[in-house]
């Protein structure tokens, strides 16, 4: 894996909200937490380190008096009462003289660290890891006076540290976890409506987001959806209806229209000029009459009334037939219309296939150059046929609306005679059958591929 690859994937690895929000989650609960506990430490921290100076104010001021009293004798006998009775655990005391001996106390030597200063409170930590904590008294004649406690502050904190860190370890993997979860499962409920979403995208105008039991704003938002795309299928079967109830009702004129250039031609035989303008007429009224007979057979298609006669095809045997029947057409136009047709075999109506092949035939023919290539193979998802040429291609932008009804590019790649239904149609017998259809820029050339399921899948009508 390359440095760029392992940085474009983090990136948009960050890129995603549902990875930031379960990064954000916990870091900001931790954050929370971090704000509201972290003064409560430091207040019980104080509080403690008050308590202790003040038990340790008040041993001073009981020392205080017998030193008052009776001097430093008395402090002594004081301290040494204390000593032996041990009643608190915690208790130090040292008293030495103006050379550092002990004279009496529970410490064997002047503690490392503590400042021999008059009234300066210290807090030095002892060999086995407590805190002694405490203050020291010069008194007359040089000696040494330290009255201290071992503080429990040290191990309250070391604890409460341990299990604050520990908490927070704990809150940022429970709430990371949480995050996940619902972040996969939220992540996997839009992975399905976008599925879903692109196959109305695709043409199944039937297909609906699905909806959950839970009713949330997830299901609203797919209702409101689902209500839009009811109002798009309703307009695009209106437009349907529209376009085939024209085609429909043109024809008979059209019909009507032909026959009588048919007979005009007859009785102008004579008319040089006039015969060449009726067959020009009649070369148009032709190919109006074939856009209609497409549209209609779309229209049935689309509508289940013109399925798939199902029966074994020789697929292989069939685009032979089509390539034998329009070589003599690419030769006249000094082009080259070539085969590779592996044996495959499908399930479907011939007639209907036959005209798939004959309409990206014609469609390389009327609007790409050079070579045509027809070529037959078995992929992983079925039957792969792909007609190409070696044109100038088509823009990428335009290529999604290749197969839609009356659509055309330009006037570069946009014959004269086209009316843009051809791949329409294609289309539409394509998916009877249960397969697809798709265009790529070939480079050069347009590259058109259909892919038909093999053996015996039934075949599915448009939504």
């Known amino acids: ?91 130090v005391y040292l008293l030495t003289d103006r ?29 086995d890891g407590s805190t002694l904590e405490g203050q020291v008294f010069v008194l007359f004649g040089g000696d040494r006076l330290l009255v201290g406690r071992h503080s429990p502050l040290e191990s309250y904190q070391q604890h409460m540290t341990t299990r604050l860190w520990g908490s927070a370890a704990l809150i940022i993997v429970v709430a990371a976890a949480i995050g996940g979860f619902f972040m996969q499962h939220l992540h996997r409920r839009l992975e399905t409506l976008a599925r879903e979403a692109a196959r109305i995208q695709e043409g199944h105008l039937a297909q609906r987001l699905s909806l959950s039991t839970r009713h949330d704003e997830l299901d609203a938002l797919a209702r409101r959806f689902n209500r839009a795309f009811d109002e798009i299928e309703r307009l695009v079967d209106a437009s349907r209806h529209v376009s085939s109830a024209i085609a429909h009702d043109m024809r008979r004129p059209l019909i009507a229209l032909r026959r009588a250039i048919d007979e005009a031609r007859e009785a102008a035989a004579r008319d040089r000029i006039l015969l060449e303008r009726l067959e020009g007429l009649g070369a148009q009224t032709d190919a109006l009459l074939r856009t209609f007979a497409a549209l209609l057979s779309l229209a049935r298609i689309e509508a289940g009334a013109l399925g798939p006669k199902w029966q074994a095809v020789d697929l292989a045997a069939l685009a032979a037939d089509a390539i034998e029947l329009y070589e003599p057409l690419a030769a006249a136009e000094g082009r080259t219309l070539v085969g590779t047709l ?119 009508h448009l939504d």
């Open 99 to 127: 050379d550092g001996r002990v004279v009496v106390g529970n410490l064997a030597a002047w503690p490392d660290g503590v400042p021999a200063a008059d009234e300066a409170w210290f807090h030095v930590g002892e060999p």
């Open 342 to 460: 592996a044996p495959t075999s499908v399930r479907g109506d011939p007639d209907l296939l036959f005209q798939v092949l004959q309409n990206l035939i014609e469609n390389a023919l009327k609007h790409g150059a050079g070579t045509i290539a027809l070529d037959l193979a078995t992929g992983g998802e079925g039957v792969v046929l792909c007609v190409r040429d070696h044109g100038s291609g088509v823009p990428e932008t335009a290529l999604p609306r290749l197969f839609e009804r009356f659509f055309r590019i330009d006037e570069s790649r946009s014959a004269a005679d086209g009316a843009g239904v051809g791949l329409a149609l294609v289309r539409g017998i394509v998916e009877a059958h249960g397969g697809w259809v798709s265009a790529r820029n070939a480079c050069p050339g347009l590259a058109v591929e259909v892919t038909l399921p093999v053996g015996g899948l039934e075949p599915g």
């Open 1 to 91: 894996m390359s440095r760029e690859g392992g940085a474009g994937r983090l990136r948009a690895w960050f890129g995603s909200p549902f990875h930031r929000f379960a990064i954000a989650l916990p870091a900001a609960i931790a954050l929370i937490v971090a704000l509201l506990f972290y003064p409560l430490f430091r207040e019980a921290e104080g509080h403690i380190r008050n308590e202790v100076r003040a038990a340790i104010t008040l041993e001073i001021n009981g020392l205080d008096e017998h030193f008052h009293e009776r001097g430093l004798a008395g402090l002594r006998d004081a301290l040494q009462r204390r000593v032996d009775a041990a009643a608190d655990r915690d208790a």
